[in-house]
């Protein structure tokens, strides 16, 4: 059971490439989340999923979009990186209530 | 807008002291709240959560109060060791739905030997 699984764990980009980035997870959990973690601040909400086939916006949905078309990937893309964008990069999955359970995070670099 | 924040961004204490990490929530429709701990480098790991239907919940020498009068939360370790050196963070679910979690800034809790 390896719980949530984020590839690449890092990545540099040069400002206007395209990447994306995959979570797994393993836990048959309904909800999946794509955070982003800036120096000194706490996490902010990318975009979401409910369930298979379903994607919406968090706080901070510009620049990104996301794909759920297996129930256990979530996936988040960059379609034109900008230097705002270099980040941590953390997944998450949760059943309907409770907790978050976060994968080891993908560090971002956009040059 | 809903935010959640933290009085203390730096926490030191001594190892064997009880710590204990403070956060204000500003959206009275949040039911639930959880702390993380996150160590560098890695993802945040679950600690403990509490409903609004709660004002105290324990774990293994962890403690989560809430007072929704003043929309406070805290967490109390107790004989804190090495190996809680760490950022806390708070979350609220605020009033979206879908689990989606708010959180604060941070505390980073350092323990001297």
């Known amino acids: 059971n390896a719980g949530v699984t984020q590839t690449p764990k890092f990545r540099v980009l040069k400002t206007g490439q395209s990447m994306t980035l995959l979570c797994a997870q393993d836990?048959?959990?309904?909800?999946m989340y794509w955070y982003r973690q800036d120096p000194g601040m706490g996490l902010r909400l990318i975009h979401y999923s409910v369930g298979e086939g379903t994607t919406a916006k968090g706080e901070v949905p510009d620049g990104y979009n996301v794909s759920r078309l297996k129930k256990q990937n979530f996936l988040l893309g960059l379609e034109s990186a900008a230097p705002s964008q270099t980040s941590v990069y953390f997944c998450?999955?949760?059943?309907?209530?409770?907790?978050?359970?976060f994968g080891e995070g993908s560090r971002l670099t956009v040059l | 807008g809903e935010s959640v924040g933290l009085h203390l961004p730096t926490l030191s204490v001594q190892e064997g002291d009880n710590s204990i990490i403070n956060c204000a929530y500003s959206?009275?429709?949040?039911?639930?709240f959880i702390w993380y701990k996150q160590e560098s480098g890695k993802g945040p790991q679950f600690i403990i959560d509490?409903?609004?239907?709660?004002d105290k919940r324990q774990g293994q020498r962890v403690t989560v109060l809430l007072n929704k009068t003043v929309k406070h939360l805290s967490l109390q370790i107790a004989a804190t060791q090495p190996g809680d050196s760490a950022v806390y963070f708070c979350?609220?679910?605020?009033?979206?739905?879908?689990?989606?979690?708010?959180f604060g800034a941070g505390t980073r809790l350092a323990v001297h030997p």
């Open positions: 998450a999955s949760s059943p309907n209530t409770g907790e978050l359970f």
């Open positions: 836990m048959n959990h309904e909800y």
């Open positions: 509490i409903r609004s239907n709660m």
């Open positions: 979350a609220e679910n605020g009033s979206g739905g879908y689990n989606k979690l708010i």
């Open positions: 959206n009275s429709a949040s039911d639930y």
